[in-house]
């Protein structure tokens, strides 16, 4: 079931494993992304998002085991940052435990999927997002 883009959005895939990029990306692509970046880890995303010359996303899709900085400590650190709470995060990882999903919503997590990824709850995801958070948050000012 491919649910129609609600509009073109800037996406920061935080995602180190290149075969699951990819087929995020795709998916992306065709839900209207009009711009993908992809960084591989939590402190290369804290980089690209706090550098003025990047252009801030709409969304960000996270990956929780990665090297370096994983994903909750980088959920922590954005949603407690004045500048970056307000941007929608997706949780898509391996990991249903129970500890897992209720830790990423309790830090803010916007919505959370499982890999290996069925496309269509991957969609709905993204749409409902798209539905609430994209077009009715105060948008913050692009750099």
């Not at 065709?30 to 996303?57: F, H, I, K, W």
């Not at 996270?62 to 650190?77: F, K, S, T, V, W």
């Not at 997590?109 to 994209?134: C, G, M, Q, W």
């Amino acid at each position: 079931m491919m649910i129609a883009p609600a509009r073109p959005h800037d996406v920061l895939l935080v995602e180190d494993d290149p075969a699951d990029a990819m087929l995020i990306g795709d998916a992306l692509a065709e839900r209207g992304a009009r711009n993908l970046t992809q960084v591989e880890d939590g402190l290369a995303a804290l980089e690209y998002l706090r550098d003025p010359a990047n252009r801030r996303p709409d969304l960000i899709v996270l990956d929780l085991n990665m090297p370096r900085m994983n994903g909750h400590e980088l959920l922590a650190i954005l949603k407690s940052d004045e500048e970056l709470r307000a941007i929608p995060v997706v949780v898509l990882t391996t990991s249903a435990a129970p500890d897992d999903v209720t830790g990423a919503y309790r830090q803010h997590a916007n919505a959370y999927v499982t890999k290996p990824v069925n496309l269509d709850d991957f969609e709905r995801a993204v749409h409902s997002i798209d539905a609430f958070y994209l077009d009715t948050v105060t948008k913050l000012p692009r750099r």
